[in-house]
């Protein structure tokens, strides 16, 4: 069972223009939600991340927004840029124990000089 | 960068031969773990520790185990590797609810 629904799979959005990849989960007890960026032969790197108290938190270009009622978060790429080309993953974990992160399955965004 | 070294970055081997990946860290974290990353799957827990000694199961943790002698190792084998096993491996560390920072991962396939 899938815990961390994410889409799209794939993206392309013209340089300047704004990406949105969105994100559902079904588990209540997550309580911690962060946003991983991948370039190819490279771990996962911490992007923004954002705990459900709060319903939007902004780093540069890149803003979370959350939904606690609706179980959904999703990420902004503002004035997206070639260098922002790469896979974002969102995760999610919670409940109090030490027992890792859900990975959605990943977006593949490119964006056009 | 966080001081996470994985090894190897490559290796290629045959079914049903024992393969032990390493990861290591410089960071003094208690907690580390290891995912597996798979087309259409994003990365999926494959064993966590959160001690010297103290491992636990995650969601794909068959045909897997896992030893952790000192703080800065965390050993993944694969008893008798099979094709389904071939991946992309990566160590993590860092607790569950607050940033992870992830190695650069190791390449692994089964023939």
């Known amino acids: 069972q899938q815990q961390v629904k994410q889409s799209p799979q794939s993206l392309i959005v013209q340089k300047g223009g704004i990406s949105i990849i969105n994100c559902a989960y079904e588990?209540?007890?997550?309580?911690?939600f962060p946003w991983y960026q991948q370039f190819p032969g490279k771990g996962p790197a911490l992007l923004i991340a954002?705990?459900?108290?709060?319903s939007e938190k902004k780093e540069g270009r890149f803003t979370i927004s959350f939904n606690k009622s609706a179980k959904q978060f999703s990420l902004h790429i503002m004035d997206s840029q070639p260098g922002d080309s790469a896979t974002y993953f969102c995760?999610?974990?919670?409940?109090?124990?030490?027992?890792?992160?859900?990975f959605g399955k990943g977006t593949h965004l490119i964006i056009q000089p | 960068d966080a001081g996470i070294t994985q090894s190897p970055r490559h290796k290629v081997t045959e079914t049903g031969t024992p393969v032990t990946l390493r990861c290591h860290q410089t960071?003094?974290?208690?907690?580390m773990y290891w995912y597996r990353q798979d087309p259409g799957h994003g990365l999926r827990l494959i064993h966590y520790?959160?001690?010297?000694?103290?491992?636990d199961k995650g969601e794909v943790s068959d045909g897997y185990s896992v030893s952790r002698s000192k703080t800065e190792d965390f050993l993944l084998t694969l008893e008798s590797a099979t094709s389904s096993q071939t991946s992309v491996y990566f160590c993590?560390?860092?607790?569950?609810?607050?940033?992870?920072?992830f190695g650069d991962g190791t390449r692994l396939s089964i023939l």
């Open positions: 954002i705990r459900p108290d709060v």
């Open positions: 520790s959160y001690g010297v000694k103290d491992t």
């Open positions: 588990n209540t007890a997550f309580d911690y």
């Open positions: 993590a560390i860092g607790y569950s609810n607050q940033p992870q920072h």
């Open positions: 960071e003094n974290h208690r907690y």
């Open positions: 995760a999610a974990s919670g409940g109090g124990g030490a027992d890792g992160l859900t």
